[in-house]
């Protein structure tokens, strides 16, 4: 008998899981996000159901993220993104950037296992215009003159921008700026070209096989680091490695397999830690690399996928109160900043509300899905500390409402960003308000 259809279960196979959930999450949002049709309007492909898109190619969001977006998780509502995907398996590409004028904005460079491992920027590059020339690890060359080199860590790099949009009457400035970002060969020509992604945008985990057959060819075509060959040879009894094939296992080890992966999935649901005291946790501690936290790597890749690296962007969270209960909007919640507490950044900070059960931005009456320190009307005390309330149904008192950050009538969680965060986060000196449950009467 195949060894493959005969092993025993055992732990490694959730060790197996976790180690590749990123690459299945990673192709998920590729096949999600490249674009069918070019900035021309071509079709990548006649067939609509086809799975070849356009790769090494900018697509832009030119508003701010609403719940009416389900593209990716835990999203932003601070920041226009822009997308592009690109496969450097045929050589490197160009990336050109304008001079910013002073705004706020990253390039945020992804390997196909979801490590940060690089960033174009303002903090790192600068604001000024510049020219970078991406490579894949097989690469050996020059960079062309006025060019910087990144040497990249796997052929297929997600590239994820933010830049920092004030309000509605910014956002012509904003897209002038993005419309700057361009990709081209080293000879100049354009670098979009079709790609197979091997995937169809709507596709979930759930078939044991097709989970195989995905990240089979991602180890394949990203090979994972010399040093973790080992961990590797592990896994080819699952089915699962870069010669894995997908098609000889049996209905029991596809049973095995596929209970190994909802056990993954419910660890990675399970509520986080308050580690950080006051119902916060730290979920992402990441600066360039996971490194061996393939648990940690798992979670990122599932709940928060396209996170940056803490000195970038810290992603402070909490779905529990201060006392250990799960949030809930049926209940109201105060967020009490001291005057000499607010949090202490270079760029920005915001609160931003999430359903839990779909990790999404929750629709209410007044459109608002966050609040930070550029929100307008937002009301300090007379002490100069801020308060601000978290609750399905707003204050009764009006004065109260500019400081109303709207949850769902059920269980949520919010995501406090620190862009360019002070050495006091980066410490962990810094002290997070606790997050205080409220009294009936007080929550509405």
């Known amino acids: ?65 609403g719940p009416q977006h389900r593209q990716v998780v835990t999203p932003n509502n601070d920041t226009l993104y822009s997308n592009a995907w690109l496969d450097l398996s045929q050589g490197p590409l160009l990336l050109d950037v304008p001079d910013s004028a002073g705004r706020y904005y990253v390039l945020g460079l992804l390997d196909f296992y979801t490590n940060p491992f690089g960033y174009i920027g303002t903090r790192t590059t600068g604001n000024g215009q510049g020219r970078f020339l991406l490579h894949g690890p097989r690469w050996h060359g020059e960079a062309p003159a006025g060019a910087t080199a990144i040497a990249c860590p796997t052929d297929a790099v997600w590239l994820l921008g933010r830049v920092l949009v004030d309000g509605q009457a910014d956002l012509p400035a904003v897209h002038a700026l993005q419309d700057g970002f361009r990709l081209s060969t080293p000879d100049g020509a354009p670098a979009a070209r079709r790609f197979d992604v091997g995937m169809q945008p709507g596709e979930h985990l759930g078939d044991p096989r097709r989970y195989a057959e995905v990240v089979n060819l991602a180890l394949r075509e990203n090979p994972p680091p010399p040093a973790e060959a080992g961990l590797l040879a592990r896994f080819a009894q699952y089915g699962i490695g870069a010669d894995g094939d997908a098609a000889v296992l049996d209905e029991a080890a596809l049973a095995r397999l596929g209970m190994a992966i909802q056990a993954v999935l419910a660890e990675l649901a399970a509520p986080l830690p308050s580690d950080l005291g006051g119902g916060w946790t730290l979920p992402v501690e990441i600066r360039e690399s996971f490194g061996t936290r393939y648990a940690e790597r798992a ?17 402070v969270m909490a779905d529990r109160d201060s006392e250990g209960a799960p949030l809930d909007g049926r209940t109201g919640y105060e967020l009490a900043f001291a005057a000499d507490a607010l949090p202490r950044v270079g760029a920005f900070w915001s609160l931003t509300m999430y359903g839990k059960t779909d990790c999404m931005l929750v629709d209410n009456p007044i459109g608002r899905y966050s609040l930070g320190d550029r929100s307008p009307g937002l009301r300090h005390e007379a002490d100069g500390s801020l308060r601000l309330r978290l609750s399905a149904t707003p204050p009764a008192d009006a004065a109260s409402q500019d400081n109303w950050l709207p949850a769902p009538a059920g269980p949520f969680y919010v995501t406090l960003r620190l862009y360019e965060p002070r050495s006091a986060h980066l410490d962990k000196t810094f002290v997070y308000p606790p997050i205080r449950a409220l009294s009936v009467g007080a929550a509405s």
């Open 1 to 65: 008998m195949n060894r493959t259809q005969s092993a025993a279960p055992g732990h490694d196979i959730a060790d197996a899981v976790r180690y590749t959930l990123p690459l299945y999450e990673m192709a998920r949002m590729r096949a999600a996000t490249c674009p069918r049709r070019d900035s021309a309007g071509e079709f990548a492909a006649p067939q609509p159901d086809g799975t070849v898109r356009w790769i090494n190619h900018f697509i832009h969001t030119r508003q701010l993220l």
């Open 299 to 315: 979670l990122v890749a599932r709940n928060y996928i396209g996170a940056l690296g803490v000195e970038e962007a810290m992603y």
